[in-house]
């Protein structure tokens, strides 16, 4: 620690920034992917048809399939297709245990569809770093109080913070790095602050547990219901009488004008005088996210049973948050700005890791340096490569293996995610091994070529996978630029030097 306080900061910033810096940039790439989670999802899976079907259509059809294929099942659920999610899935069972097949919204047949994690693996990893989950959300939240304290620290050591947001030297090595650095999280500020503490408060009864523990004797369920959440308890006996299920189509229309656009439904105890029909709103009508509330019939009668209840103040306060972070409101421009405000925090993070080393290059890569020094410092040089380039060649390594991975491979999806922990161990191998310029010119040109090829790959039938080949071209071009300034900058100190040999020889 340092003798005055911003120095002290200083300090704090430099080694929390490093230490934990390169996993927030893990969490801060996966979660810009995952902006895109479902587009994602609609390119990994190409047997999915985009079709202009109607909800009511589709419902229909999936009534008809589910009637004729699983008539005893004791719940079912019908996924609708959507603006982001053309497909149409029904399921019977539970989440955890039930089992689903992917439809043709135009004919109702089932398709076979490849499994895959698609783009949810980004946003799972986003939370949880694909650690168990109660693990993974700990160690993400504690994370998230790491960068917070970043941003604090950064705030304080930077006194001239707004005149640095308008200063910009391309060309100076250390200070341009530190430019940047300074001026994409100035730029950011309030999207950084808001992201972070967000974040934390999605888990909040995971992390500060202690006031639903006084009040509820720990239930979260009990909690929940005074919210004016609670779920109606069907009869049992109800459920085990027979019983004729009312067209749903006219309840989709009411739920519609009451809810806005929809996800789907599901139905409990079909065909029976027990059957409840509980329709759901697609995320995003307003910012607080309104996850969990739905309007419930009666599902022999249409009588409506439960309608959506009114939020508390300090519960809407929350589901506010948790929509700021999520970002299902305002559509594709909210989710296109979110996705812009990702990739500058992400180039911010690995501006203040490759700042570290360029600062620190000379001082620990002299012959007169402590051996124990240039080890650390090969170390964060070696972290920096594996943890930015490595894991960006992951990400796309992913994308690849979604269609290059035989569709009739078992646990396919396990395989999937193989293939992305495979190529960013062999990413960080590949750093250990090479000089760090090297080492980032090959990687980040591979990502970019792999990014720029992803068209080949084909399905660009529709709108939304095209957009996903676009976007993958865009920043494969911007990779391809960085490798191509890396290797630039790497060479001409190399010709200054043979220049100079040759002037001294002569």
């Given at each position: 620690m340092k003798n005055t306080f911003t120095q002290s900061m200083a300090w704090l910033h430099t080694w929390a920034g490093l230490i934990f810096g390169w996993l927030l940039f893990a969490i801060f790439v996966t979660g810009t992917l995952a902006v895109f989670d479902k587009e994602l999802n609609h390119w990994m899976q190409p047997e999915i048809p985009t079709s202009e079907v109607s909800q009511a259509d589709a419902a229909r059809r999936a009534i008809a399939y589910l009637q004729t294929h699983e008539p005893k099942a004791g719940n079912w659920g019908v996924s609708l297709p959507g603006e982001r999610s053309p497909g149409l899935r029904v399921s019977t069972g539970d989440r955890r245990h039930g089992h689903s097949v992917?439809?043709?919204?135009?004919?109702?047949?089932a398709i076979e569809v490849r499994p895959s994690v698609g783009g949810n693996f980004f946003f799972r990893f986003h939370f949880t770093l694909d650690l168990p989950r109660n693990w993974g959300i700990f160690v993400v939240?504690?994370?998230?109080?790491?960068?917070?304290?970043?941003?604090?620290?950064?705030?304080?050591?930077?006194?001239?913070?707004?005149?640095?947001?308008?200063?910009?030297?391309?060309?100076?090595?250390?200070?341009?790095?530190?430019?940047?650095?300074?001026?994409?999280?100035?730029?950011?500020?309030?999207?950084?602050?808001?992201?972070?503490?967000?974040?934390l408060v999605i888990f909040m009864l995971i992390y500060i547990p202690a006031g639903v523990d006084a009040l509820f004797e720990g239930d979260n369920r009990a909690y929940f219901q005074t919210q004016g959440n609670a779920r109606l308890e069907q009869s049992r006996g109800l459920a085990k009488q027979p019983g004729e299920l009312v067209d749903v189509v006219p309840l989709l229309a009411q739920a519609e004008a009451r809810l806005g656009p929809l996800s789907g439904f599901s139905v409990s105890h079909p065909n029976t005088a027990g059957a409840r029909i509980e329709i759901r709103p697609e995320l995003g009508n307003r910012i607080a996210l309104s996850k969990g509330q739905a309007m419930v019939?009666?599902?022999?009668?249409g009588e409506l049973l439960s309608d959506v209840a009114d939020w508390r103040p300090a519960p809407l306060t929350q589901r506010v948050m948790v929509g700021l972070h999520f970002?299902?409101?305002?559509?594709?421009?909210?989710?296109?700005?979110?996705?812009?405000?990702?990739?500058?925090?992400?180039?911010?993070?690995?501006?203040?890791?490759?700042?570290?080393?360029?600062?620190?290059?000379?001082?620990?890569?002299?012959?007169?340096?402590?051996?124990?020094?240039?080890?650390?410092?090969?170390?964060?040089?070696?972290?920096?490569?594996g943890f930015i380039s490595g894991l960006l060649l992951a990400c796309v390594a992913l994308l690849w293996a979604s269609r290059l991975l035989?569709?009739?491979?078992?646990?396919?999806?396990?395989?999937?995610?193989?293939?992305?922990?495979?190529?960013?161990?062999?990413?960080?191998?590949?750093?250990?091994?090479?000089?760090?310029?090297?080492?980032?010119?090959?990687?980040?040109?591979?990502?970019?070529?792999?990014?720029?090829?992803?068209?080949?790959?084909?399905?660009?039938?529709?709108?939304m996978r095209l957009a996903v080949v676009i976007t993958a071209l865009v920043l494969g071009a911007g990779l391809g630029l960085t490798a191509w300034r890396v290797h630039h900058h790497e060479a001409t100190p190399r010709a200054a030097r043979a220049s100079a040999r040759g002037e001294a020889t002569a």
């Open positions: 992917q439809l043709d919204p135009v004919s109702g047949e939240g504690a994370l998230a109080l790491v960068m917070l304290a970043a941003l604090v620290t950064g705030i304080v050591i930077h006194k001239k913070i707004f005149k640095e947001f308008f200063t910009f030297r391309p060309g100076k090595g250390q200070r341009s790095w530190l430019d940047f650095h300074n001026a994409s999280a100035v730029l950011l500020l309030p999207f950084h602050l808001m992201i972070t503490y967000t974040g019939f009666d599902g022999t009668t970002a299902q409101f305002g559509g594709y421009p909210m989710r296109w700005l979110y996705f812009v405000c990702g990739l500058v925090s992400c180039l911010m993070i690995a501006s203040g890791l490759v700042l570290f080393c360029v600062k620190r290059g000379r001082k620990y890569t002299t012959a007169t340096a402590d051996a124990s020094a240039r080890r650390w410092y090969r170390l964060a040089e070696v972290c920096n490569v035989p569709a009739e491979l078992a646990l396919r999806q396990d395989w999937e995610v193989r293939a992305f922990f495979g190529v960013w161990l062999l990413a960080l191998l590949h750093a250990g091994l090479r000089p760090a310029r090297r080492a980032w010119v090959e990687q980040l040109g591979l990502t970019a070529l792999l990014c720029c090829s992803l068209g080949l790959l084909g399905s660009l039938a529709d709108s």
